[in-house]
C-alpha cells in the first residue's frame, strides 16, 4: 500500500465533499485572455475540487494531482459515500486494485464503527466492492486467463506500487484468492517450468 499522508485526514480543517461541490468543480467560471470560459469536462472539475481540498500550506495546493479520481474515490470511501465512490470508481482506472482497498477500508471502518447500524451498512458496503473486484476478475479470465495472470502480478502505479494479488492478501479477501484465475497463478508461481503431469513422488527423488 502507499504510505501517502490522505489529505482528507490532515488538521487545520476538515472536509466533507458533496454531490455540490463536484458539481461547482464542474462549472466554475475562470479567465483566459480576458474572456470567461468554463471548465465542462469532468476530469478538470475533478482537478479543481481535489486541489480545493488541501490544506493552505500543503505543497499540493498549487498543483494538480496526478489521480485526482483516486483522490475523490478514497476520500468517498471514507465518507460511506455508497453512490459517489461507485460514481468515482467508475471513471477511474485500475478496477480492481481499486475495490480490494475499498473493501479493506470499509471493513477495517466497519470493525471500529460503535454504531451497529452504520458498521453494517459499512459491511455491506465493503462486500459491494470485493463483489465488484470479483466481477472485474471473471470477466478478464473469461476473455484471457494468460493476460489476467499478468494483471495480477503488475505493479499499480497509483496504488504504490503494490499488485492486485498483494492486496487481496493484505485484506484477506479469501473470496477473490480463491478464484480459478488466482489460484492458476498461484500454481504457476508454485510449480514453475514443472509440468502438471508429473508426479510429486517422482519430481521429489
Same mark, same amino acid.
Given at each position: ?19 455540490? @461541490? ?11 485572455? *480576458? ?21 493552505? #500550506?500543503?505543497?499540493? %495546493?498549487?498543483? #494538480? ?27 477511474? %482506472? ?8 475499498? /473493501? !479493506?477500508?470499509?471493513? /477495517?471502518?466497519?470493525? !471500529?464503527?460503535?454504531?451497529? @447500524? ?17 466481477? +472485474? ?6 476473455? #484471457? /486467463? ?6 495480477? +502480478? ?5 496504488? *504504490? ?12 479477501? %479469501? ?5 480459478? *484465475? +488466482? ?8 510449480? *514453475? %517450468?514443472? /509440468? ?10
Amino acid at each position: 500500500m502507499d504510505t501517502y499522508e490522505p489529505l482528507y485526514l490532515r488538521e487545520r480543517s476538515k472536509y466533507f465533499l458533496s454531490e455540490n @461541490d463536484i458539481c461547482r468543480g464542474l462549472d466554475r467560471p475562470t479567465e483566459e485572455l *480576458g474572456e470567461i470560459r468554463r471548465e465542462h469536462t469532468l476530469m478538470e472539475g475533478l482537478r479543481a475540487v481535489s486541489n480545493n481540498m488541501a490544506r493552505p #500550506d500543503s505543497p499540493e %495546493k498549487n498543483r #494538480d494531482f496526478r489521480s485526482p479520481v483516486r483522490e475523490l474515490f478514497l476520500y468517498a470511501v471514507l465518507q460511506n459515500r455508497e453512490q459517489m465512490a461507485r460514481m468515482f470508481w467508475e471513471e477511474g %482506472k485500475e478496477a480492481i486494485p481499486s475495490a480490494l482497498t475499498a /473493501s !479493506k477500508i470499509l471493513t /477495517s471502518l466497519a470493525a !471500529k464503527e460503535p454504531d451497529p @447500524d452504520q458498521s453494517t451498512f459499512m459491511q455491506s458496503h465493503a462486500t459491494s466492492y470485493e463483489d465488484l473486484a470479483l466481477g +472485474v476478475l471473471n470477466e478478464c479470465y473469461n476473455d #484471457d /486467463s494468460d493476460r489476467t495472470s499478468l494483471l495480477l +502480478v503488475r505493479e499499480q502505479e497509483n496504488w *504504490g506500487r503494490t499488485t492486485s494479488l498483494s492486496l487481496a492478501k493484505q485484506a484477506d479477501n %479469501k473470496n477473490f484468492i480463491a478464484h480459478s *484465475g +488466482v489460484q492458476n497463478l498461484l500454481t504457476e508461481i508454485w510449480s *514453475g %517450468k514443472l /509440468s502438471d503431469e508429473n508426479n510429486y513422488w517422482l519430481v521429489s527423488r
